[in-house]
């Protein structure tokens, strides 16, 4: 089984530009999570979806953010316009069930913006 | 509120010592999930192992055990005989209501 696969893996862009990360959970996953690793902050949650339904966005810093999960095989994270402290590792994770339950995690995609 | 609490920031030991990664937890809720993943220098987060609140018995997996007490609230992890590839950053996770990771200790194996 293929895990979380996201995209790009890396990219580098320049301030005030949109940023678009992609993510493809598990097959058969109800659950799908976006996080933020910085130095700084840690391991954030951003936002998760249950059933395709953003059940929690209280993490996503601010309104430049966004993310949308149109069907259940595809999820985005958004930002508009970037920032050079949205720099980070952003992942996307899956899990079988609504929490309490194993989260598995994409690779990550490494953001920075000059 | 939840909260994982990981006091160790930064732990260096020699390959084959034994090492105690500390984890504590905080919540409300009687039903929930303990986590610990490990993230390597390549930067992927790998899941190691998943614990209820109901089951308190220790696992051992290999040179890996995990140790939950519910009346300190700690689920910490031992490494037996550490390696050199055990040099990671492990994070422990508190889902209940939601996921809650902690900061993390990185553990650095010397050869």
């Known amino acids: 089984d293929a895990g979380v696969i996201q995209s790009p893996r890396h990219e580098v862009t320049e301030m005030g530009q949109e940023v678009t990360l992609r993510c493809k959970p598990i097959?058969?996953?109800?659950?799908l999570f976006w996080y933020r690793q910085t130095m700084m902050r840690g391991l954030e949650l951003l936002i998760y979806?249950?059933?395709?339904?953003?059940?929690?966005d209280s993490g996503m810093p601010e309104d430049r953010f966004s993310a949308k999960m149109p069907n259940a095989s595809f999820s985005t994270l958004k930002i508009q316009p970037s920032e050079p402290r949205d720099s980070a590792v952003y992942f996307c994770?899956?899990?079988?069930?609504?929490?309490?339950?194993?989260?598995?995690f994409g690779e990550g995609s490494w953001l920075t913006v000059v | 509120a939840q909260k994982v609490t990981q006091a160790q920031t930064e732990i260096s030991v020699v390959e084959k010592e034994d090492v105690t990664l500390d984890c504590v937890y905080e919540?409300?809720?009687?039903?929930?999930?303990l986590f610990w993943y490990k993230q390597p220098p390549s930067g992927e987060l790998v899941f190691l192992i998943r614990r209820n609140s109901f089951d308190e018995q220790n696992e051992i997996s290999g040179r890996y055990s995990w140790n939950f007490q519910k009346s300190t609230s700690s689920f910490n992890f031992t490494i037996t005989a550490s390696q050199v590839v055990d040099s990671a950053v492990y994070f422990c996770a508190l889902s209940a209501w939601t996921v809650v990771f902690g900061p993390g200790t990185r553990l650095s194996v010397l050869p």
């Open positions: 919540t409300r809720d009687t039903t929930y999930y």
């Open positions: 979806f249950n059933n395709n339904v953003p059940i929690d």
């Open positions: 097959s058969g996953h109800n659950s």
């Open positions: 994770a899956s899990s079988p069930r609504q929490n309490r339950d194993t989260i598995y």
